[in-house]
């Protein structure tokens, strides 16, 4: 592999050279860097600054669905989703900016013939590689992929009773953990880097009597895991929420069954809801009950007991309105910031608020804060925590029409008070399955899919920055073109692979990537 210094002589000579010979002296530069580094060319797009255009992401004749986020290398991002007429898992990865890196612009990770799709898992570990777990037919496969593209190893992680609903997470020792159903209980299965399993028969969680089905997978400390169930008697008794510690040797040092998050109500049917670490070995739960319809936070902490009670602790004091779909945050002041979506029953009048809980009792009063207050309108839906500028911040689907849903993202401070309310997608269609990460330079990214209509799907992409505006994130010189802080042969490999074309590489802003980018390069990397 060629050192910094041996890059930077090797592009330095291409300025001695006439026209015809640097064009030759750049095509072999750029078949060699990219094949000593191993970056791929990277397509042309990024996240956009309109609010009216958003990144599509993967835009085709078919249903282009549920995305998925797990961390890139150089702050970029991996996304998965499913696409094409049999629900094929693809993945692709984006730098920092939202550019595609892969030449393909993204991989087919299994070609399937299913007619509906179910859940499934993304993650990614220390080394940037990927993993995805999946439904094929009856079994459950879990497929790695390297930071350029390439597919490392595909397995099946189900046993002979087959599995449902894959989920994946990677532990902090670096171990793949893939979970999902089996018959009525859920298995676990703990995998190496080259995908070897540590279990013969991976890790049974179950209930005699009861069905116990994995809802989601998250690491804890030491190895260990935390795996979320939905737990339940009869197809139409009350559903609650079991969490599981699983450690590195298969021990489970929880209760048998799982704890339980809650006793007092039900989960709405096919509802899973997802949760975060505590940071400190635990988990923060939230959920919505379905008769009534209200809004509830638990901390379960490492040694498997709830902290809010036996059933948690509603997100305010009233239920006259209902309250579903939350979602949670922690922010980095340690207290826990749920919002969700609000509704006057039998009225066309909706809303989205919050509730910031610090040691489990609410901070914005009883009833929380408006984030958008209740209003007649179509709906507003898909209340999604985030953190912005080190702040809070709340994306939310604000729908005037049945085709039509706006975007948008009320940013608070601690105190409650929405600071400013800003446009991120009005583009025209529907829009829902949103997902909020935290990006680098302390802005957001946020996904999602959507359509002209209610029926057709792709999926679309927005970064919003610590500023409050949308698109890429503020470079400190423009000749970082991954975004990761450095300027050095990662970027000079970006700028050769699209040489002569707009886009990435074209720092001087002329519309071509050409000598005077490079030479720009060159002095800031020397700089």
């Known amino acids: 592999m060629c050192t910094e210094f041996e890059v930077r002589v090797c592009a330095e000579r291409v300025f001695g050279h006439p ?20 970056f791929p060319v990277v397509a042309h797009a990024q996240y956009a600054t309109d609010a009216s255009a958003p990144l ?32 094929d898992v693809r993945l692709t990865r984006l730098d920092a900016n939202g550019n595609a890196v892969w030449k393909a612009g993204d991989l087919l990770i299994e070609d399937r013939t299913n007619s509906s799709t179910t859940d499934y898992g993304l993650a990614s570990d220390a080394l940037g590689n990927a993993y995805v777990a999946y439904e094929v037919g009856s079994s459950i496969i879990c497929t790695s992929v390297s930071p350029e593209g390439a597919i490392r190893w595909r397995k099946t992680v189900s046993f002979a009773a087959g599995g449902s609903v894959g989920r994946v997470t990677v532990a902090n020792d670096g171990f793949i953990w893939v979970a999902f159903i089996e018959g009525s209980a859920t298995r676990v299965q703990r995998l190496d880097v080259d995908g070897n399993p540590s279990f013969p028969l991976g890790i049974l969680l179950n209930e005699t009597g009861a069905s116990m089905f994995c809802a989601d997978l998250k690491p804890s400390e030491a190895g260990a895991i935390i795996v979320s169930c939905v737990r339940y008697v009869t197809f139409s008794g ?89 979602s949670m945050v922690l922010g980095g002041d340690g207290r826990l910031y749920v919002f969700w979506s609000q509704h006057t029953p039998n009225s066309s009048i909706y809303g989205v608020f919050g509730q910031c809980f610090n040691g489990g009792l609410r901070q914005w009063g009883d009833n929380g804060i408006a984030v958008a207050p209740l209003a007649t ?94 698109g890429p994130p503020p470079a400190s010189n423009p000749a970082d073109l991954n975004g990761d802080g450095a300027i050095d042969a990662a970027d000079l490999s970006l700028l050769l692979s699209n040489w002569g074309a707009s886009g990435v590489g074209d720092i001087d802003g002329d519309g071509t990537v050409g000598a005077a980018d490079l030479s720009a390069l060159l002095a800031a990397w020397m700089a």
């Not at 026209?19 to 191993?38: D, H, K, P, Q």
């Not at 549920?66 to 150089?74: D, G």
Request: net charge neutral; proline share 3%; charged share 15%.
């Open 19 to 38: 026209a015809e010979m640097r064009a030759f002296s750049l095509r072999v530069l750029t078949y060699s860097l990219l094949a000593a580094i191993g």
């Open 56 to 87: 599509a992401i993967r835009a085709t004749t078919s249903d282009d669905v549920q995305p998925k986020h797990a961390s890139a290398p150089n702050g970029g991002s991996y996304l998965s989703y499913f696409s094409g007429t049999g629900y």
């Open 238 to 326: 009350a559903k609650i929420l079991r969490a599981h510690r699983v450690n590195a040797d298969g021990t489970k040092p929880w209760a048998a069954a799982g704890t339980s998050v809650f006793t007092t109500g039900s989960l709405q049917f096919g509802n899973f809801p997802t949760f975060i670490p505590d940071g400190a070995g635990g988990a923060y739960f939230t959920w919505y009950t379905s008769s009534p319809l209200q809004c509830f936070a638990q901390r379960v902490n490492a040694a498997g007991a709830v902290q809010y009670g036996t059933s948690g602790i509603a997100v305010t004091t009233t239920s006259t309105t209902e309250r579903v779909s939350p």
């Open 377 to 470: 309108t179509y709906s507003r839906t898909w209340a999604t925590a985030a953190r912005v500028n080190g702040g809070i911040a709340c994306y939310y689907d604000d729908s005037p029409s049945a085709t039509q849903d706006n975007i948008r993202c009320g940013l608070l401070n601690t105190k409650g008070a929405v600071t400013s309310t800003i446009d991120v997608a009005v583009n025209s269609g529907v829009k829902y399955r949103l997902l909020a990460v935290d990006g680098m330079d302390d802005g957001s990214l946020l996904f999602w899919q959507g359509g002209a209509t209610t029926g057709a799907s792709d999926v679309f992409g927005a970064r919003l920055n610590a500023d409050g505006t949308l």
